[in-house]
């Protein structure tokens, strides 16, 4: 205990009968500090519900409701009783000045209890002193006694949290003294550990007051933090140390984070491509085909932000060397086109100048010569579909060792794809180095943003607030630098849609990016998945099953497999479900949300050995997942189509909590 929180109960236990500490494991006290917390859970548990409604009365049936959730009405009834007889003997004859009781509902007299979160609650930025009593963690001891109670606690944690953050800031920002700057910047950090503000503003006023040691230690202290919430330091952070003194960054910059503290520069990098004629045989009828072939070829691909197209080169030929290394090509795209009677293929090839030509990826595209040009947008479009995510993987080995950002994402995405724990960390951290190299690269920003959600996704963060809270600043930040970058736009719709459960204005962000490069697979997938969070599901499998007509063999295929679980789960179609599971998996055995849906869909199967394999390799994936946390996670915004998913977790044989 905390001599502040000493300070205040021996002020205040004289005056009240009863005594609450809700922060941490659950104690109650009389006026004289002895102990009256109950034998049974659910009696305490009603006990705190009554405390934090105070003096707002509580209906039986709301207590019925959070902590019998599962039982019959009448059995349900007869366990409140027992409970309410349990705390009136409890308290004896302090119970007539505590508690109201009537047949429908019951209410705790708030001037005679004195209850630590309602004083955290009632803290101002003037008199911020009683958030030194805020703890991480509410009625810990209490955990798992009901699912609906578990909800109720983490809501009303997250309800106190946010209030003692809000005042918390208030009050560091009100201060100018670097003593005061220190205290009030670590009380925020008792309640948030991973704010960025605080430890900026603790690390500044260190400095200021010449204290380099400490400094330094509180800098250790930040970088501890943050990798023990899966991040890594912020742009604004490695800003302020640059712009610390050269001695002073010496001692504060730890040697693994110097790399990515270089002078920060635009970088403007990406592929250049040129799109040949396809070669065709004279008289066939083609050569006209082929030349607007190459024309939509290059506006399909010029859609994608980071690909630069130069015009389609009439009368050049693969072998012409020269030219390739005059216009300082990456890349080379030819191909041909045969014709029998009223069908065409077309061959399309990707040829990496930097290894002399070779061809890397290539496809041939059967269609019906029935309308010229939509067979030409057709193929074009489907060809830059699976050439976009081609070019992103080789990017890596591709790009020289300049840690330009656009170099840094390239390296990242390959592990981000893969989804394993070491190269997802390292991803995180190189993704950090290229915002850091191009505080202006929109793209940067996005994809940062995208590892976060996935490091939510996967339950791999130790502080999924805190990470929730660094996605959505990056995902403002991406959109801002660039509103016309349409793979950033469906990353940082996707992290609105899924972890911020705001899947209507993730639509609107896909919808955008759409418009902008109706080719991006990727944004037919994510918008498919809003699609489903808002209960649309037929709209949301013709979305990801165009995202997977555009591109079938792409890297992210398992995730559109994934996402093409949910919509036919909640609409039944639970056998196609456990089909595209298998093959999810084993695309990518790593992705947990794969599972996650298959195992809700053997369980209403009733496919026990199964779901038995399946729940196996999930929980040694999330070793903690649980029905409470698939739906604290889960962004789902019908009630009914929630309730679905979490039955067939429980028959799937999942734990409640």
Known sequence: MSKGQEKHDASVVTEVRLTLHLFGQMRANNGSGVSLLPRARKTRAILAILALDAPQPVLRTRLIGLLWSRRGKEQAHASLRQCVRELLVLLGPSARHLLEITRSQLRMVERSVWVDVRHVLAATASVPQTLDLFRPTLLEDLAGIDPAFDRWRRDEHDRVLQRARKVAENALAAQADPRNIVDAAERLLGIDRAHEGAWQALIRARLTQGDRAAASLAFESYTRSLQQAGMAPSLDMQEMLRGAAGASRAVLVPQHMRPSMTRARRDTGGVRLAVLPFGALEGSGAEALSLGLADEMTTALSRFRWISCVEPMLRAKESDAATWQQLQLDYLLSGSIRQSSNNVRVTVKLLDMSIGGRIVWARHFDRSLSDALTLQHDIACAAAAQIDPELLLRAAEHRGTDPTAHNLVAQAIPPIYRLEPRGFRTAGETLSAAVAADPGNATAYAWWAYWHLLLVGQGWSNAPLAAIRRAGELADRAVTLDPGDARALTLVGHVRGFLHKRPGQGLVLHERALS??????????????????????????????????????????????????????????????????????????????????????????????????????????????????????????????????????????????
């Open 516 to 657: 902008l490069n109706p080719n991006l697979a990727l944004a037919w997938c994510l918008s498919g998945l809003s699609s489903s969070y808002l209960g649309q599901h037929d709209v949301a499998i013709r979305q990801i099953e165009q995202a997977r007509k555009l591109s079938p063999n792409d890297p992210h295929g398992f995730f559109f497999d994934m996402a093409l679980m949910m919509p036919h789960f909640l609409t039944g179609n639970y056998e196609e479900v456990a089909s595209i599971g298998r093959r999810a998996i084993e695309l990518n055995p790593g992705c947990s949300s794969t599972y996650k849906g298959y195992l809700a869909t053997l369980g209403l199967l009733g496919h026990e050995e199964e779901a038995h394999l399946v729940r196996t390799r999930l929980l040694a994936l999330e070793p903690g997942f649980s029905v409470q946390s698939a739906l604290e996670r889960s962004p789902i915004m019908r009630r009914d189509d929630l309730a679905l998913y979490a039955e067939g977790l429980r028959r799937g044989g999942l734990r409640e909590t």
